[in-house]
């Protein structure tokens, strides 16, 4: 199973410098690695000595970088898309609209380049698949996509299966469904879709929140800024599940208890384009994964759950109860916290925020 590893910073050449040196320690050691990045600019070519494509291509022993064009991925993915529709319509609507002519929105190059990152993943061509984006904000609403766009489906499924209008229309939803589709009109097979997507996400999901699959660092400089920030975009990743590894000076040695209880690893400055000495303060991902603080813990036998939310203080954060499920705000990144059985349905009777931990009483 291949492992994906991402750097979450301010500053946007350290975290692409941090990712390349991880590439070549990781390919160095023996292991098959892919670099790839959102960056169309001129900074991928420059740490790598040749300009990049959006096909994987050598760039030394056991390395291999690509740079994914948003333009290219929507092409391949509204053949998909077709394929897909071709699948369940009888008489496919999209034939006549082809890919090239599309354009792109707001969006919906995170969501592409997270569907191209799946699917390089499940090819499980490489041993580690190595993400340099270009915000660390963005990287992080991508990586919540799966979890996110679940929680749309299944809580709009309930609310539409139980409106009046459902119960008006479902005598004419199957012979209708039976005579568009090319699938049989029985409720099983209308939901069949939204039941592959739902395992699809949660697929995604399971992959983003465990920390043999995706691993993430910090990384932060000299500058106070990039200290605040690298500490509320590790915050803000625990939104979303993530487990942080540790955090990566890069040319600099901030107070080492501003990232506590991550390690915290000095990077020396990149000069005349030696990364030996990058290279040799590459961390162990073994040992960063072990030592990472779990997102969240859940204790079903005193009904309590912890959310890690470090970075934050008690007033950054906001806990409502409106729906079914709790729903956390922290550092522009809301959760609808997916609880297991025994505390599902059940409303906070208390909660805390303890260094920080947030700590609700079920």
């Known amino acids: 199973m291949p492992q994906i590893l991402t750097f979450l910073g301010q500053s946007r050449s350290s975290c692409a410098i941090a990712s390349v040196a991880f ?3 990781l390919a160095q050691q023996g292991a098959r690695v892919l670099w790839m990045t959102q960056d169309s600019g001129p900074l991928p070519a420059a740490l ?5 494509s959006t096909e994987a291509q050598t760039m030394g022993a056991n390395v291999w970088a690509l740079q994914f064009q948003a333009a290219q991925l929507l092409e391949k993915s509204w053949d998909v898309v077709k394929g897909i529709e071709a699948q369940y319509l009888r ?3 999209l034939k006549q609209v082809f890919g090239q002519e599309l354009v792109l929105l707001p969006g919906m190059e995170d969501a592409l380049t997270l569907d191209a990152i799946r699917g390089l993943y499940d090819s499980q061509t490489y041993d580690y698949l190595i993400f340099d984006g270009v915000s660390g904000k963005a990287s992080l609403r991508m990586w919540g996509l799966p979890e ?4 749309y489906i299944r809580r709009f499924q309930k609310v539409l299966a139980e409106s009046e209008l459902a119960q008006a229309l479902s005598p004419f939803i199957q012979p209708i469904a039976g005579a568009v589709l090319n699938i049989s009109g029985s409720q ?6 939204v039941q592959q997507a739902r395992s699809f996400l949660e697929a995604g999901r399971m992959v983003v929140q465990s920390g043999q699959r995706l691993l993430s660092f910090l990384v932060t400089t000299a500058d106070p800024a990039d200290v605040e920030m690298a500490r509320y975009l590790w ?21 080492p208890q501003a ?3 991550l390690p915290l690893h000095a990077f020396p400055t990149l000069g005349d384009g030696n990364w030996q000495p990058l290279m040799a303060a590459v961390p162990s991902l073994d040992v960063a994964v072990q030592n990472a603080p779990a997102p969240v813990v859940v204790n079903e036998t005193e009904k309590q759950v912890k959310l890690f939310l470090p970075g934050f203080t008690k007033t950054d954060i906001d806990l409502t109860q409106y729906g079914p499920e709790v729903t956390i705000t922290a550092g522009d990144q809301r959760r609808n916290l997916f609880l297991p059985g025994s505390l599902k349905n059940r409303s906070v009777q208390g909660a805390k925020f303890q260094e920080d931990y947030l700590i609700l009483s079920f």
């Open 188 to 193: 099983e097979s209308i939901n069949q879709p």
């Open 259 to 261: 990232f506590a209880p």
């Open 148 to 151: 996110q766009m679940d929680w």
């Open 91 to 93: 008489n496919p609507l």
């Open 48 to 52: 790598w000595g040749q300009s990049l």
């Open 23 to 25: 590439a070549r320690q």
């Open 235 to 255: 915050g803000s990743s625990q939104q979303i599940g993530m487990t942080v590894g540790g955090a990566i000076a890069y040319h600099s040695q901030p107070d």
